[in-house]
């Protein structure tokens, strides 16, 4: 069947999935939105919108997401109804100044969904996951984790998008995987509180917080960090997911989304997002006192329950990863974000 007769498996209640992407990865990242089993432009869709259905207001949305994120309270809107003009199969048979309104999703390479972050705040906010390493230190139950969400900050210039291949780091012999999940701070503002923590969050993404956990062991050690032991990689993606595209599975402050990470496609980790004990509100409130929360920030949950090969225990999973591991991990709604890991990357 002809590429542009192709039909798409969209379906009209199908969530609306923001994405930062590329062609080639030479080119300058481009702003999309996935519809069905195309990635469209945003600023060709907004062309298409003007001269095909005499909407110009669309051409107001930014070239990117994080600059859309920065004024979500109007761009949001604007992109959801773009969203619905769009038709809704053979997207690659369109054109916006004689290119391309939409691409294959197999075809483009997905970036994080804001790659240029001015800030990652991690946090550990899953109580299995917390008890577990605690336990793995010879440490008791701290009551002084129940009060206050933690965080560290890691690096916002290593970050991988799907697909991406990570470089195994040299000097590590426990390479591990985190299954977490990640808010992406829209709108900005200092000191917000609990209350008003819903005001900043523009979506959702799943988050890989990779580990060098004999580095990180040695560091802590010292008590500070992790540094070292984190600063290397961190995947997030595919994509944005909106807070109300996800209203059915929320109760109040949290969510109940599945979440599992395969290794070479043997079922590792299975939790849910519900389990956590801090809710991102929580942690929004501590992150953003007395400092501003940027637009595209990153605030991560943490590891879930048995979301690691240190909680699970290497003797139980093969051994930590090694070069040629392919690492999947699923969440509910927010989709897949797979990488695979590569020789080290000599400098």
């Not at 990635?39 to 060709?44: E, Y």
């Not at 799907?162 to 503002?189: M, Q, S």
């Not at 989304?257 to 849910?272: A, E, F, I, Q, W």
């Not at 999947?328 to 400098?347: A, C, Y």
Request: charged letters at 20%; one cysteine or more; a negative charge.
């Amino acid at each position: 069947m002809p590429a542009g007769n192709r039909p798409t498996s969209f379906t009209v209640n199908e969530p609306m999935k923001l994405v930062t992407y590329t062609l080639q990865e030479v080119a300058s990242p481009r702003f999309g939105m996935k519809k069905g089993d195309y990635i469209v432009d945003v600023l060709r869709a907004a062309i298409w919108a003007k001269t095909q259905k005499n909407q110009s207001e669309f051409l107001e949305i930014p070239t990117s997401l994080k600059k859309a994120l920065g004024n979500w309270n109007h761009n949001l809107p604007q992109l959801q109804r773009l969203f619905e003009i769009i038709p809704d199969t053979n997207l690659n048979s369109y054109t916006a100044n004689e290119r391309p309104l939409a691409f294959d999703e197999s075809d483009v390479i997905l970036l994080p969904p804001v790659p240029d972050l001015a800030a990652f705040r991690n946090f550990n906010a899953f109580e299995q996951h917390m008890l577990a390493t605690r336990r793995l230190q010879g440490l008791e139950k701290d009551s002084l984790w129940y009060e206050i969400p933690v965080f560290y900050y890691s690096n916002p210039g290593t970050f991988y998008g799907h697909r991406a291949e990570i470089p195994y780091p040299t000097g590590t012999d426990e390479l591990d995987f985190g299954l977490e999940w990640a808010v992406i701070i829209a709108n900005g503002g200092k000191n917000i509180s609990r209350e008003e923590a819903d005001l900043v969050i523009g979506g959702f993404t799943i988050l890989n917080d990779w580990s060098a956990r004999d580095w990180q062991r040695k560091e802590m050690r010292l008590n500070l960090g992790p540094a070292k032991g984190k600063d290397f990689a961190t995947s997030a993606g595919p994509y944005l997911v909106t807070p109300d595209e996800l209203a059915d599975r929320r109760n109040g402050e949290k969510f109940n989304l599945n979440m599992t990470c395969h290794v070479n496609g043997n079922l590792l980790s299975s939790g849910n997002t519900n389990d956590l004990y801090h809710s991102f509100a929580a942690m929004i409130e501590r992150a953003g006192r007395n400092t501003p929360l940027l637009p595209g920030d990153y605030i991560g949950s943490g590891t879930v329950g048995t979301g690691c090969i240190l909680e699970l225990r290497p003797e139980n999973t093969g051994g930590w990863l090694k070069p040629g591991d392919v690492v999947s991990l699923t969440i509910e709604r927010l989709g897949t974000l797979e990488n695979k890991i590569t020789e080290p990357d000599f400098l």
